[in-house]
């Protein structure tokens, strides 16, 4: 196997920065492919625990070349934040192991404002944004509205091209009610963008001349988040499956070995948007603070709910995943009986198909209870020597999912894993 995808299967949050930690030595290059600031990998390993927004979590392995690719949104100020938090920790980077596609549209702070704005306009009606610019960004990059990281080479035609738009986006601002925009917003930016220079590269080039690495390809949230098949219009902005990963990583013409799909135990989603398998009340704040379920990027409560095997199947199969990782069995522990939504009741009717999102508000979920195993699981190492009622519940899941579960996470650590 030379390239796998590690995605989400279900609205993100899975654990897929503890499983690409995980497997991040097997390769030598990690690559994101989409996505920007938005969402958090949570990485614990000997260093310490890390919230990752954009970089790659192959960047606490010696050796790994981690790729920011063409598709994720590079905001610089943020990233420079992110990289000195890993630097403080003795973590190197270097333009040695952290490459930055010449490709990648930049991430403005104008794209931040605005999707502040917006949001407060929508009031009760938000998307929940985690207001980090990423939806006024991609607008912009399908506009063809956006500068490109390799623009920053020209000086003259880079600072031309953000003055064109900036007259722009002042106009759009100030329909809003806001005063004039300036270029001085802009400072921190340019400031940021000197420091990133030296990463900033062709990595389609060096990716070409490395065809024969094992590369990582590396997803932020989940198939259900994916703009185009997950629950339009509270999903991201850009694709998060894994048949984008070679052109958002850089190398459009490679064809992925494997895809390993990473799943929760339970279900949890953040912010708006129809949830179908969630629980609510004491119920939920039981579950949330068992799984210390709090975004990594906002802070903010996670919504939580049973395992959704309509859903998880439905975000297997878009992924087109050949292997499933689950994470977090250990926090179930504690329960006495355990949820799973095994179909949905739409109109009336039973469907164990995932429906068109606008139906979604009007499906009810249909619960069957598994007996909890109520002992802590987190030592054990092998399938074996699990409880037989955690067992019942890891097959009940992979039949339902209709894709094996060879992963089974049963802690935050790096060696919390069953191999099946
Ligand atoms: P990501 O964006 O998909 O990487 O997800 P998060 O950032 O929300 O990470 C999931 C959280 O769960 C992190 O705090 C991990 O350390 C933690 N975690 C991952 N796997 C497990 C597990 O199997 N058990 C427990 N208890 N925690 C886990």
Known sequence: ?????????NWGDEGKGRIVDLFSSDYDIVIRYQGGGNAGHTVMNEFGTFALHLLPSGIFRKNVVNILGNGVALDPINLLKEMKTVRDCDIPISPENLKISSRASLLMPWHIDLDVLEENRLANKKYGSTKQGIA????????????????????ELFMQHIEDLL?????????????????????????????????????????????????????????????????????????????????G?????????????????????????????????EEAEELRKAGSEYGAKTGRPRRVGA????????????????????????????????????SYLVDGKETDEFPFPSK??????????????????SDIRKYEDLPIKAREYIEFIEKGIRCPLAYISVGPERESIIYR
């Open 167 to 247: 007259a722009w986006k002042d106009m759009i601002i100030r329909a809003y009610g806001e005063e004039e925009y300036t270029k001085d917003r802009l400072k921190e930016f340019f400031e940021a963008i000197e420091e990133i220079k030296p990463y900033i590269c062709d990595v389609t080039l060096y990716l070409n001349e490395n065809r024969d690495k094992r590369i990582m390809f590396e997803a932020q949230l989940g198939s259900l988040r994916d703009i185009d098949y997950g629950i339009y219009p509270y999903t991201t902005s850009s694709n998060t499956l894994a048949s984008y990963a070679p052109i």
């Open 1 to 9: 196997m030379n390239n796998t995808a590690i995605v989400g299967v």
């Open 307 to 342: 395992f959704d095997v309509v859903a998880t199947r439905y975000g297997v199969k878009v992924q087109g995943c050949d292997a499933v990782a689950i994470t977090k069995l250990d926090v179930l522990s504690y329960m006495d009986k355990i949820p799973v939504c095994v």
């Open 136 to 155: 006024p960004f991609y607008s912009d990059k399908y506009q063809k509205k956006t500068v490109m990281a390799g623009e920053v080479f020209d000086d």
């Open 249 to 281: 990583a850089g190398c459009p013409d490679l064809k992925l070995d494997k895809v390993i799909g990473v799943a929760k135990a339970y279900s949890t989603c953040v912010g708006e948007g129809p949830f179908v398998s969630e629980m609510f009340d």
């Open 360 to 377: 979604l508000n009007k499906a009810e979920p249909i619960i069957r209870y598994f007996d909890g195993w109520k002992c802590d699981i």
